[in-house]
């Protein structure tokens, strides 16, 4: 039977939408299969948008008329079989799942009191312990204690059980007073109040006004909203009462408020405005219409029928509400959730089993945990995607690390507010000017010296984005770096070998996928960087993927593939694999190894003791060194496209410090993802104690690596960059 948790509050308004992602959120990285229940949705017409924000959530695969138990109007016509039915469908969804996030009913219809004892009747017969969430906002702690011990008394008189209380809302500076507050009644936490998350979108205020889109980028209606303002005075007044996220309201006929407007929001020390709405159903006349084109503003404008006070009103009623489609109010749900909600004691009150098995999207999670644990300074050369601006805003919000980002200042930070992204803690770095471009030229031309590197040839390499970041992660300024999104991947780590160049005892930088099967995680080498590596250039490869294994959580065992297994083949093909495996073995006679193997002995228990009985590691292999670039590449991708599996990477091994690459159609989670493994990295190497694969052995000193044009590692934009963004 699947753990149930009911989300339920007393009253509308609550916020009890965040608790419930942050609940689904918190079971997809401790179970298998999540389920959502929505016993009473608000209609059968409208999807219900909570509904379809905790199913759009990654780990939750149920449909949404599978997810809906009953609707307002059956639940009025007849409580009784409404509450059978919902029965019923509830363990359809249940039979299905290891857990299941039950969100109660929104009070939009039935009055107060009455809907509260239904819910708490519904979670009785679902056998699901109450998550009780109570609105905080406007109230003292001891208000807030009053609604909790009334809702607490009427959920026990239907014999329901409240397991934890969430008081979300609250005044930041009030979180403490309502815990000790509530304190006794159940394990409490408490949510802080944020504007951004009951903000409506611009596209929501479109909607409100019955208004439509007239110009500027359609992309930007998802902005929220801060305040609604009504330009009826004069420009110079209006200016002074502007606010970053404001929507003014004006009439279409008003010329003057509207180009003030439009020349404010695109003029520095000015707020950026989320958008104007021209109401009245009047458009601008014709010239001022063709002059608002040419100053090629992105700020929507949108034109309503609705005069100004209709309009207002009309805005003033628009409600936010945290949507899928609503990333940034995603990411801050999810952030308040983590920060503020103990997951630990919340999953050992609903009595959730530690899992036994590692699913793709439980990994994922504990990249971002293990990447928060102990935050890293990342830097992202490539200021001017969309994409590395979105994962900056998710990383920063969910406290991954801590981030650099390089480009034009004013471009980078007006292009995030438009995009309602809140990039406020990132620094921001323009690498053709200021102090640290000739301090990193210099640096370069100490480095390049015999290459007859001057200072002013070194001052154009370094304005570069790549060779800047590398710089920056050489000298100390960041301890990472991931690029990609719009270089190739020569562009990428070319620097690298140049500045950082390879990790003691290691000749050859590789890489390696980390692929997340359905039950566990494996590592695979190298797929994307050395085409035909040499006996030594597999030993590397080993060597630092049982490194890599180790940093994630994943015990190394290696298996050196080829067509043979054992003694059993010969040829130069195999002599290398075995040539290799003796190396390995040298080198780290710590380490499990075992090749040259077939891969079917290295992963399958059943023909390994067959044809490797006495091998602690065929059967069991968690890396697998390939060998060739071919193989790898296309052996990752088949398990990928025909398994399912989740390919996270490539992982760029071997430098004495992290930089990663990018597929050029990276996701925004790819990133986020990279980003976590690349601070997870700088981790291991600034650990004190040195981990699996860093034992105290003699070293030689940092070497010159190969450049990628001249010798191995060979570095082929064409392959390199074969690897696809993962299926999500």
Known sequence: MARTVYVMSAEGDTGKSVVALGLVDLLTRSVQRVGVFRPVARSTDERDYVLDLLLAHDGVDIAYDEAVGATYDEVIADPEAALSRIVARFHDVERRCDAVVVVGTDYTDVAGPTELAYNARIAANLGAPVVLVVNSANRTPEDVRHAVEVAGTEIAANHAQVVGVVANRCAPGALDDVVEALAGTAPVWALPESPVLYAPTLRQLMEAVEGELTGGDEELLGREVLDVLVGAMSVEHLLDRLQDGAVVITPGDRADVLLGLLMAHQADGFPSLAGIILNGGLAPAPTIQRLVEG??????????????????????????????????????????????????????????????????????????????????????????????????????????????????????????????????????????????????????????????????????????????????????????????????????????????????????????????????????????????????????????????????????????????????????????????????????????????????????????????????????????????????????????????????????????????????????????????????????????????????????????????????PSVDPSTTHAPEAPAR
């Open 295 to 712: 100053l090629g503003s992105r700020l929507p404008l949108i034109r309503t029928q609705l005069g100004t006070f209709r309009s207002a009103s009309a805005a003033s009623r628009a409600r936010g509400r945290v949507t899928r489609d609503s990333q940034r109010k995603v990411d801050t749900a999810l952030a308040l959730f983590e920060r503020h909600v103990d997951g630990g004691a919340l999953l050992a009150g609903l009595d959730v089993p530690r899992p036994e098995v590692v699913t793709p999207l439980m990994f994922e999670y504990q990249l971002l945990d293990r990447a928060r644990g102990d935050r890293k300074h990342i830097v992202l050369p490539e200021g001017g995607d969309d994409r590395i601006l979105r994962a900056a805003s998710t990383l920063l919000q969910r406290q991954v690390a801590d981030l650099t980002i390089l480009g034009d200042e004013a471009s980078i930070r007006a292009r995030a507010t438009e995009l309602g992204l809140d990039l406020d803690e990132a620094q921001v770095i323009d690498p053709k000017s200021g102090e640290m471009l000739e301090s990193f030229a210099a640096t370069y031309t100490e480095l390049r010296k015999h290459k007859g590197m001057t200072i002013e040839r070194a001052r154009e390499i370094v304005s570069s984005v790549s060779y800047f970041g590398t710089l920056m992660v050489q000298l100390g300024h960041a301890d990472g770096m991931v690029s990609g999104a719009i270089h190739t991947t020569a562009h990428t780590i070319k620097p690298s070998f140049e500045i950082i160049k390879t990790a003691p005892g290691t000749n050859s930088v590789s890489s390696a996928f980390l692929m997340c099967l359905e039950d566990r995680v494996l590592v695979y080498a190298d797929c994307a960087v050395i085409p035909d590596p040499t006996a030594e250039q597999l030993a590397d490869i080993a060597i630092s993927s049982a490194g890599t294994a180790a940093q994630f959580g994943i015990e190394p065992r290696i298996a050196m593939l080829s067509y043979s297994t054992g003694e059993s083949g010969t040829g130069a093909d195999v002599e290398k694999v075995r040539t290799a495996t003796a190396l390995v073995r040298e080198r780290r006679p710590d380490l499990s190894v075992e090749g040259p193997i077939q891969y079917d002995a290295a992963v399958d228990a059943s023909v390994a003791k067959t044809k490797m009985p006495d091998s602690a590691v065929a059967g069991r292999a968690t890396v697998f060194v390939f060998p060739d670039l071919n193989t790898g590449n296309n052996t990752y991708k088949a398990v990928q496209r025909s398994a399912g599996a989740v390919a996270i990477g490539p992982v760029l091994q071997g430098l004495r410090k992290p930089v990663n690459d990018l597929s050029r159609g990276a996701l925004v989670q790819d990133i986020v993802n990279t980003v976590a493994i690349t601070a997870i990295q700088a981790q291991a190497l600034s650990a004190p104690a040195a981990g699996a694969g860093e034992r105290e052995v003699a070293q030689p000193e940092p070497r010159e690596t190969p450049e990628p044009e001249t010798a191995a």
